[in-house]
Structures are given as structure tokens and as C-alpha cells.
Nanobody
């Protein structure tokens, strides 16, 4: 099982980026998925989660209204659209597959992780 996150890079404040998480060796359609981020010197924290069918989404307060998580089960990909970026969004972003239905906000609810993609937002 491998999750490949991509789409990170540098952006100016107020601009947008779209992250993708592609899977190989596993079908994502039966699982909830999540995005987390880890800033330098800080813990990995929840960003967004989506249910297996895409009907339910959840966001950290810090990104609500600016980020959108979505998925295309036919393509086995999960996305994170990031708009109105701020310098405090600078972090390595990780996608992950959830193994249980509860605790979408907790890293312990996820058992497969991508390698991360770096997002740097300049002021």
C-alpha cells in the first residue's frame, strides 16, 4: 500500500494550491481519508477529513472556509484545495487512510500515510 501526496510548492499569501493523494496497491473508495500537516518543530495536526463516499467532510477551524477536501473514487485520488493561503499554512502536508469510523481528527485513526508534500506560503 502506497499513498503518494503531490502538489505542494511555494505560494504567496492569498493564492491557491491543490494537493493530490494517489493510492497504489489499495482501493481508497471503502475508506475515510484525511489530510494532516506538520509545521517545523510542531506536532502533526488534523486539517481535513472525508468519508468513504465523500458525503461527510470535516475541517480544522484554522482552515474552515478556505480549504476543501474532495475525492474521486473512480481515480483513487483524494484532493485538498487550498485557497486564501496564509503563511501559517506552511507545513508538510500528509494524506492518510482511516481504519476506523470514529476519531477522524486523530492521527491514531489512520494506518497508512503518504510521504508528505511541502507547502510554503510567503507573506
Amino acid at each position: 500500500v502506497q499513498l503518494q501526496a503531490s502538489g505542494g510548492g511555494m505560494a504567496e499569501t492569498g493564492k491557491s494550491l491543490r494537493l493530490s493523494c494517489a493510492a497504489s496497491g489499495v482501493t481508497l473508495s471503502a475508506y475515510g481519508m484525511g489530510w494532516f500537516r506538520q509545521a517545523p518543530g510542531k506536532e502533526r495536526v488534523f486539517v481535513a477529513a472525508i468519508s468513504w463516499n465523500g458525503r461527510d467532510t470535516n475541517y480544522a477551524d484554522s482552515v474552515k472556509g478556505r480549504f476543501t477536501i474532495s475525492r474521486d473514487n473512480a481515480k483513487n485520488i483524494v484532493y485538498l484545495q487550498m485557497n486564501s493561503l496564509k503563511p501559517e499554512d506552511t507545513a508538510i502536508y500528509y494524506c492518510a487512510r482511516r481504519w476506523r469510523s470514529s476519531g477522524y481528527y486523530s492521527p491514531t485513526s489512520y494506518n497508512y500515510w503518504g510521504q508528505g508534500t511541502l507547502v510554503t506560503v510567503s507573506s
